[in-house]
């Protein structure tokens, strides 16, 4: 089997051991193959939304020897009960459809000792404001860079009350910029931001988003200074 993706490495090390893992959008079950192989998850059950790459995994499972893998043909959290498992992986999609997995799947996510393991491609401040407005919390984040690109891993527990923060917050989470790719992690929000307010300075009606973008961006140059301040 290939070795793991560094995004996937990263995953895999923050899953506790013994873990009863529910891996969402297995893909081709690398990460699932890992964790039943090393010893790290006691079981894992691998699901994706389509046929083909199921099809994949099956194989790969099937060559690689692993045991305790339930591959299930479902939309995210549908076919999962909340007493099979204890730890969720979801990574390689957008912070939206991430969101709409754990918000329909909250009986499961929000289950008492859950820990949840997100990455997203895109969008990681939607589903930062999601999970901040529905109950859940962002422990550990850590930036990692994989091909070129930058890419945040969240460690969540669902702690039962909301909470607000101010918006530049949604953008950089829980990274502290004292590494090389936090730093660059946070420095790609900022220009998210500032390209975006560029975007729009001239066109009036479109001000209160001018006022928005710029504002966060500005918000993040005062937290990188206030950093390399300390």
């Known amino acids: ?119 997203p491609t895109t969008s990681p401040e939607l589903l930062r404001k999601f999970l901040y407005a529905n109950g859940f919390s962002i422990t550990n984040e850590t930036a990692i860079e994989e091909n070129g690109k930058l890419y945040s891993v969240m460690e969540v527990r669902f702690v039962g009350t909301t909470q607000t923060f101010e918006e530049y917050f949604y953008y950089v989470g829980r990274l502290v910029p004292n590494t090389r790719e936090a730093v660059l992690y946070i420095k790609k929000q900022r220009e998210r931001c500032f390209s975006c307010a560029k975007s729009l300075e001239n066109i009036a009606q479109k001000a209160k988003d001018y006022e928005y973008y710029t504002s966060v961006y500005k918000a993040i140059d005062y937290y990188l200074d206030s950093y390399r301040g300390e």
């Open 1 to 119: 089997m290939p070795n793991l993706s560094k995004r996937l490495s990263v995953i895999a090390s923050l899953v506790p051991f013994g873990a009863r893992v529910c891996d969402i959008g297995t893909d081709h079950a690398f990460l699932a193959i890992e964790l039943v192989k090393s010893g790290k998850a006691s079981s894992v059950i691998a699901t994706d939304i389509n046929e083909k790459p199921l099809k994949k995994a099956r194989e790969n499972i099937a060559k690689s020897g692993a045991r305790e893998i339930d591959l299930r043909l479902c939309d995210g959290l549908a076919d999962v009960s909340p007493s099979e498992v204890d730890t969720i992986v979801i990574a390689g999609m957008g912070g939206e459809v991430i969101s709409g997995i754990l918000e329909r799947g909250k009986e499961v996510a929000a289950r008492k000792g859950v820990k949840i393991i997100l990455s």
